[in-house]
Nanobody, 120 residues
Framework: QVQLVESGGGLVQAGGSLRLSCAAS????????MGWYRQTPGKERDLVAD???????NYADSVKGRFTISRDNAKNTVYLQMNSLKPEDTAVYYCTAKGVVTTTFIGNYWGRGTQVTVSS
């Protein structure tokens, strides 16, 4: 069974920085894309950024220039460096892994989420 475990969330003042990490564990051969989504109460879960196995990154317009996504394929881990944080970045951030190849299955997985709160 594949599990995604996020870490690095917390409370920060506007203008500050946080770094999220997400490690995938299990009998994993490879992972196609990894990424981060975020969700606030009453709203849909929206893409923040994702990155392919070869390192091609894609960002939501709202975070371009402030957030940087990266991954370590050897560790099956994805990171999100968040700088110049704004109160509107406050949300639960979810890690996702798509096209996860294991010994018995190919599928997509979500982490449980980590809270990021930016105070004004």
């Amino acid at each position: 069974q594949v599990q995604l475990v996020e870490s690095g969330g917390g409370l920060v003042q506007a203008g500050g920085s946080l770094r999220l990490s997400c490690a995938a564990s299990g009998s994993i051969f490879s992972i196609n894309a990894m990424g981060w989504y975020r969700q606030t109460p009453g709203k849909e879960r929206d893409l923040v950024a994702d990155i392919t196995r070869s390192g091609i990154a894609n960002y939501a317009d709202s975070v371009k220039g402030r957030f940087t996504i990266s991954r370590d394929n050897a560790k099956n881990t994805v990171y999100l460096q968040m700088n110049s944080l704004k109160p509107e970045d406050t949300a639960v951030y979810y890690c996702t892994a798509k096209g996860v190849v294991t010994t018995t299955f190919i599928g997509n997985y979500w982490g449980r989420g980590t809270q990021v709160t930016v105070s004004s």
